[in-house]
């Protein structure tokens, strides 16, 4: 790991329970931005056939986010081997989440889905929040 991504790995944890706001994600490149910086969530490239989370780093693609927050989130570490099945097998996952601080709705949820212990997999789930009637 460079210097660069050191530093992005430390900056993404130290906001880890913070209240931040949230600009959106890009699926397809695997980048969020929140409070202006775009992060990227990277797979491990060497793992062959299983695929790990690597590591959350700096981003400088072009991927496009709102103009305006879509939300206030709060990034939270998780272990889903407490968590209540949500349909995407989150009980068996590791990593990260970004949670709507007004009502709780996950925005966006990364790391390693282990929910067959042999074939780990790499998620990146952005979930867009219903408009509000």
Known sequence: ????????????????????????????ERTFMVDGVVFLVREDPDDGYRSYMDT???DL???IFFREP?????????DGTNEDDDGWNSTA????????SKDGHVWLQFGTNNYDDYYPC????????????
């Open 70 to 78: 879509v939300a206030t989130v709060v990034i939270e570490e998780y």
């Open 93 to 100: 996952c590791k990593g990260f989440r970004l949670v709507d």
């Open 1 to 28: 790991m460079n210097n660069v991504d050191v530093m992005a790995k430390n900056h993404f944890t130290s906001l880890i329970g913070a209240e931040l706001e949230y600009y959106g994600a890009d699926e397809a």
């Open 61 to 63: 693609s072009e991927s």
């Open 56 to 58: 959350v780093t700096y």
């Open 122 to 133: 790499f998620i990146f789930r952005h979930s867009a929040k219903a408009p509000e009637r």
